[in-house]
């Protein structure tokens, strides 16, 4: 940890710096590669998997004192009747038997049934029937939900940040909900409401952890216009080299409880909401944290870069020589004021760096201390 304490001060001091902005062409053909592959996912898995919730249907859940195998589950529920029976194991011996919509007379033929074979009681049986109208009153309300999150979410970092950032954080949270759906499409997972409820959740801490690195490059390129030593792109550069090891630290931390319920927590309990909403979760947090890094600030720079005063500037920071890449970001001014460590005067922490401004020079004696009493 000690390590990792000295590397984030001397990242957040530019002692140490990480291209993420100068090589954007990297990353976006990165994200290009995970987005195609997301989005074949879902073509050749011909869309979700959708979960009886969306799709209507009948669901009936047998307790662990159920004596039946999952096969013996699907043949008996399609001998009574019921056409396309999905069986799973749910929690230490349970089964879940999900069907196509049935009619009231053919579900209670299908609970007897299952109750004969498996050594239950009709009554130990609990039976749920979904019509499709609900699950489309479902989609309908999420989407409306998410649309509306959208819109205050723009409304908000353009009346926060500006405008350019705005259209830089609904990218990258358009690249987390891409990749997220994508994966899922891939391993089959059911979507289900709680996988609604992840999917959601995964779009405010995407947009948690952009608005933080972007709350950094505002504060580093305040005033920038008025220096000419450093660019645009080189101030919000040394702003996500000093969030990064914060990043990594929320991330880490984040994504460790979501992988035990998604690997252990699933894997013990069996397929349930548990697994629905971690995969969401997990897919999620890891996909907003490398878009915060790797694609919002590189195109909010890119988008930047456009405007003409950021041109002007870019151009006299050439002229002076200043954009040298062996240059100390934390030489720069930050803000209209001097970046951190060089702010203050002081060396880093571990650092042998002479403080800014002190010359290995003699200092002046005064005459009363000089050789000779003073004479002349």
């Excluded at 307790?63 to 749910?90: F, H, L």
């Excluded at 109208?133 to 500006?162: D, N, P, R």
């Excluded at 349930?272 to 996909?287: E, I, N, Q």
């Excluded at 001097?338 to 003699?362: D, E, I, L, V």
């Amino acid at each position: 940890m000690s390590r990792l304490r000295e590397l984030g001060h001397r990242l957040y001091a530019g002692q140490i710096e990480y291209d993420f902005v100068g090589r954007r062409r990297t990353w976006y053909v990165v994200s290009s590669v995970i987005l195609v592959i997301a989005i074949l996912g879902l073509v050749v898995r011909g869309g979700l998997n959708l979960g009886i919730e969306f799709r209507g249907g009948a669901q009936f859940q047998l307790p662990p004192a159920a004596t039946c195998s999952i096969e013996q589950a699907r043949d008996t529920a399609e001998g009574a009747g019921a056409s396309q029976a999905i069986v799973t194991e749910v929690g230490s011996g349970g089964l879940r038997v999900q069907t196509q919509p049935l009619t009231p007379e053919q579900s209670n033929a299908t609970r007897d049934a299952l109750a004969a074979a498996c050594g239950l009681q009709p009554s130990d049986i609990a039976v749920q029937l979904i019509g499709p109208t609900w699950g489309s009153q479902i989609t309908a309300k999420a989407l409306q939900g998410l649309v509306i999150f959208l819109i205050l979410v723009a409304i908000f970092m353009t009346i926060y940040f500006e405008l350019r950032m705005a259209i830089a954080g609904l990218v990258a949270l358009a690249h987390d909900l891409v990749i997220t759906i994508g994966i899922y499409a891939l391993v089959g997972f059911e979507v289900t409401p709680a996988t609604v409820i992840g999917v959601l959740t995964i779009l405010g801490f995407s947009l948690y952890d952009t608005v933080v690195v972007f709350d950094k490059v505002k504060e580093n390129t305040k005033g920038f216009a008025g220096q000419s030593r450093a660019t645009y792109g080189q101030l919000a550069n040394l702003a996500v080299n000093q969030t990064l090891v914060r990043s990594i630290n929320t991330s880490v931390i984040a994504l460790l409880p979501v992988a035990a319920i998604l690997f252990v927590g699933a894997g013990l309990l069996g397929a349930g909401t548990l697994k629905d909403l971690s995969l969401a979760l997990f897919v999620g947090m890891a996909a907003g944290t490398y878009s915060s890094l790797f694609v919002a600030t590189p195109l909010l720079v890119q988008l930047k870069e456009r405007q003409p005063e950021v041109k002007a500037q870019a151009r006299r920071v050439a002229a002076r020589g200043a954009s040298r890449p062996d240059r100390p970001a934390s030489a720069v001014a930050v803000g209209g004021e001097s970046a951190p460590t060089a702010a203050a005067g002081q060396p880093a922490a571990g650092s042998t760096a002479r403080p800014a401004g002190q010359r290995n020079q003699p200092r002046k004696q005064s005459r009363s201390r000089r050789g000779g009493g003073g004479q002349r």
